[in-house]
């Protein structure tokens, strides 16, 4: 078995390994002259910890600038879901939230566009409402909906990923991350210059799809709304091939709508890159579940029987491995940085452990220097635990814990 020391030259300080492909596809040049890969400013290579310090301490003028341009972006994407939420409720669309009421008073736009594509999965076997059964029907047949939910539904995960590498420099910057300069904070500015480029692309669409809620006139419903309203109220037994066939002619209206949008010349363009990141997130998943069937102090680890022989330390210093090699693929997995600090802490020590619950803690929104952060919420027990470990609190001698 290896040495603690070739472990941990091989895990700590962390070391994200970047992907040539995406790398030299997004940039243009060195910061602090670097393209996205939309032509806007980005991070680009060459970032280093100097740099991040400046840059998100105390930038001015072009820099100060850049930052705030970002920041913007996150507002103003965040915004026009926002405006569709209206948009939904005035159309009535939230009626096919009747079986989740909670989501349905938050006028959750996730929820309702996963009820839909449920809807039209299942083919919607069983009869419906009357006003759940008019609210498919006008979404199945409004491409502007349609084009709409796939845009909404792609800021969330390009908003997270921008959001977290932002965090991940402010907590360096601030903090205790302590980003390592080349591959690690190249491969962070990567993602955050190719989310950014993104999200712009959706921002223009979302402008374009834009509908005003107030003050706009209700339409009547369309003749093929009308005509499938009563079968979805029947659950009648032609639904699946009636709904076919609509659904034909939707995706049609919707092909047409997006000739002219961004967002799919932009994906057209760089697939390749957003393919090799989604198989690295997914790949980090899966190192974090066999990380909590490592770990001796998680219920799935108290449960595992596959690790019986080896020995406690073993299990964690394994875990610690599995857990590296998770961020090496995917830097931004909360969690992953979590149960890393969790296993060096068994076996080397909070000098390595404190830079991973910091990045955590800074993942979940919390910059342990703020307490506005985290004074006011609720935080849960992984939360509690890694903040405490941040500050370096310990119990008084003598008191009660």
């Given at each position: 078995?290896?040495?603690?020391?070739?472990?941990?030259?091989?895990?700590?300080?962390?070391?994200?390994?970047?992907?040539?492909?995406?790398?030299?596809?997004?940039?243009?040049?060195?910061?602090?002259?670097?393209?996205?890969?939309?032509?806007?400013?980005?991070?680009?290579?060459?970032?280093?910890?100097?740099?991040?310090?400046?840059?998100?301490?105390?930038?001015?003028?072009?820099?100060?600038?850049?930052?705030?341009?970002?920041?913007?972006?996150?507002?103003?994407?965040?915004?026009?879901?926002?405006?569709?939420?209206?948009?939904?409720?005035?159309?009535?669309?939230?009626?096919?939230?009747?079986?989740?009421?909670?989501?349905?008073?938050?006028?959750?736009?996730?929820?309702?566009?996963?009820?839909?594509?449920?809807?039209?999965?299942?083919?919607?076997?069983?009869?419906?409402?009357?006003?759940?059964?008019?609210?498919?029907?006008?979404m199945l047949f409004d491409p502007n909906f349609r084009a709409r939910s796939a845009a909404l539904d792609a800021q969330r995960s390009e908003l997270r990923r921008l959001r977290g590498v932002l965090a991940?420099?402010?907590?360096?910057?601030?903090?205790?991350?302590?980003?390592?300069?080349?591959?690690?904070?190249?491969?962070?500015?990567?993602?955050?210059?190719?989310?950014?480029?993104?999200?712009?692309?959706?921002?223009?669409?979302?402008?374009?799809?834009?509908?005003?809620?107030?003050?706009?006139?209700?339409?009547?419903?369309?003749?093929?709304?009308?005509?499938?309203?009563?079968?979805?109220?029947?659950?009648?037994?032609?639904?699946?091939?009636?709904?076919?066939?609509?659904?034909?002619?939707?995706?049609?209206?919707?092909?047409?709508?997006?000739?002219?949008?961004?967002?799919?010349?932009?994906?057209?363009?760089?697939?390749?890159?957003?393919?090799?990141?989604?198989?690295?997130?997914?790949?980090?998943?899966?190192?974090?579940?066999?990380?909590?069937?490592?770990?001796?102090?998680?219920?799935?680890?108290?449960?595992?029987?596959?690790?019986?022989?080896?020995?406690?330390?073993?299990?964690?210093?394994?875990?610690?491995?599995?857990?590296?090699?998770?961020?090496?693929?995917?830097?931004?997995?909360?969690?992953l940085h979590y149960t890393i600090a969790l296993a060096l802490d068994f076996f080397a020590g909070r000098n390595l452990s404190t830079p991973h619950y910091d990045r955590f803690l800074a993942l979940r929104?919390?910059?342990?220097?703020?307490?506005?952060?985290?004074?006011?919420?609720?935080?849960?027990?992984?939360?509690?635990?890694?903040?405490?470990?941040?500050?370096?609190?310990?119990?008084?001698?003598?008191?009660?814990?």
């Amino acid at each position: 078995m290896r040495s603690p020391l070739v472990l941990l030259a091989a895990i700590g300080p962390p070391i994200l390994l970047g992907v040539a492909g995406v790398a030299s596809a997004q940039r243009s040049d060195g910061f602090p002259y670097a393209k996205a890969a939309d032509g806007h400013r980005g991070f680009g290579g060459g970032v280093s910890q100097r740099d991040l310090t400046v840059l998100f301490r105390s930038a001015e003028g072009e820099d100060a600038a850049f930052l705030m341009r970002l920041f913007d972006l996150q507002r103003e994407v965040h915004l026009l879901s926002a405006l569709a939420a209206g948009r939904y409720e005035q159309r009535g669309y939230f009626a096919v939230l009747e079986e989740a009421r909670e989501a349905a008073l938050r006028k959750d736009v996730e929820v309702l566009h996963r009820r839909f594509q449920e809807f039209l999965r299942d083919r919607v076997r069983a009869p419906m409402s009357e006003a759940s059964a008019r609210a498919f029907a006008r979404m199945l047949f409004d491409p502007n909906f349609r084009a709409r939910s796939a845009a909404l539904d792609a800021q969330r995960s390009e908003l997270r990923r921008l959001r977290g590498v932002l965090a991940l420099f402010t907590v360096h910057a601030h903090g205790r991350a302590d980003l390592r300069k080349g591959d690690e904070i190249n491969q962070l500015a990567d993602a955050a210059d190719l989310s950014a480029s993104r999200l712009r692309a959706l921002r223009l669409d979302l402008q374009v799809l834009y509908e005003p809620a107030a003050g706009a006139r209700r339409l009547p419903d369309s003749a093929e709304v009308d005509a499938l309203v009563p079968l979805l109220v029947r659950g009648d037994a032609s639904l699946p091939r009636t709904l076919q066939e609509a659904e034909r002619s939707s995706a049609r209206q919707l092909g047409r709508m997006q000739t002219i949008l961004f967002t799919p010349r932009f994906d057209q363009r760089w697939h390749t890159a957003m393919r090799e990141r989604d198989i690295r997130e997914r790949n980090a998943r899966r190192a974090y579940e066999e990380v909590l069937r490592l770990l001796p102090l998680t219920d799935a680890g108290r449960r595992e029987t596959a690790f019986d022989h080896m020995s406690t330390g073993d299990r964690y210093r394994q875990a610690a491995a599995t857990a590296a090699e998770g961020l090496r693929l995917d830097p931004l997995h909360p969690e992953l940085h979590y149960t890393i600090a969790l296993a060096l802490d068994f076996f080397a020590g909070r000098n390595l452990s404190t830079p991973h619950y910091d990045r955590f803690l800074a993942l979940r929104g919390i910059r342990h220097w703020d307490y506005r952060t985290f004074g006011f919420r609720d935080l849960n027990d992984m939360e509690e635990y890694a903040l405490l470990a941040v500050v370096g609190w310990k119990p008084i001698p003598g008191q009660d814990e």
